[in-house]
T-cell receptor, first 116, second 115 residues
């Protein structure tokens, strides 16, 4: 079974530029998550989708971050314009559903973003 | 609010030794799940083990076991017979019962295994 795919693996941009990340979840997984992991910290949720609807985007800085999940499969996360503090690893995860405590999330390899 | 605390920034162990990584949590939920993930230097988060709050037995998965003490709100990961490939960052995480609740992660513990 293929895992969660993310691209690109690495991205270097200058501040005020825009950047987009792509995620393809595990086949059949209805729920998709984007996390931000700053160096030395645990991941923090940015946005959660259930199929193609947003379940939780309370931690998403909406003035510069946007995300979509068209057709309930692939997702893209965009930052425009980027700030220095956006330098982090952006992890995508997926799970079969969203209800219940045993809802194992499987992660992709992440995109490491450096903003100069 | 839910919170995960991992107090050990780094742990050092020799091959074949057992190691315990500490995790304490705080939640007002009655039903919740606890997870451990491994993050090698390559960056991906690898799911290791799950423990439900109502599970009576401690979870085990191969060389990984979870020492769950509900009254003390602790969920320590025990790795038996450490291997060089176990060197990585380890994160404890929890999730409540409600749909839409995300994983809350601790800050992680770096495990270094030497030969």
């Amino acid at each position: 079974e293929a895992g969660v795919a993310q691209s690109p693996r690495y991205k270097i941009i200058e501040k005020r530029q825009s950047v987009a990340f792509w995620c393809n979840p595990i086949s059949g997984h209805a729920t998709l998550y984007w996390y931000q992991q700053i160096l030395g910290q645990g991941p923090k949720l940015l946005i959660q989708f259930q199929n193609n609807g947003v379940v939780d985007d309370s931690q998403l800085p909406k003035d510069r971050f946007s995300a979509e999940r068209l057709k309930g499969v692939d997702s893209t996360l965009k930052i425009q314009p980027a700030k220095l503090e956006d330098s982090a690893v952006y992890l995508c995860a997926s799970s079969l559903g969203s209800a219940g405590p045993k809802n194992i999330q499987y992660f992709g390899a992440g995109t490491r973003l450096s903003v100069l | 609010a839910q919170k995960i605390t991992q107090t050990q920034p780094g742990m050092f162990v020799q091959e074949k030794e057992a190691v315990t990584l500490d995790c304490t949590y705080d939640t007002s939920d009655q039903s919740y799940g606890l997870f451990w993930y491994k993050q090698p230097s390559s960056g991906e988060m690898i799911f290791l083990i799950y423990q439900g709050s109502y599970d009576e037995q401690n979870a085990t998965e191969g060389r990984y076991s979870l020492n769950f003490q509900k009254a003390r709100k602790s969920a320590n990961l025990v790795i038996s017979a450490s291997q060089l490939g176990d060197s990585a960052m380890y994160f404890c995480a929890m999730r409540g019962n409600q749909a839409g609740t995300a994983l809350i992660f601790g800050k992680g513990t770096t495990l270094s295994v030497s030969s």
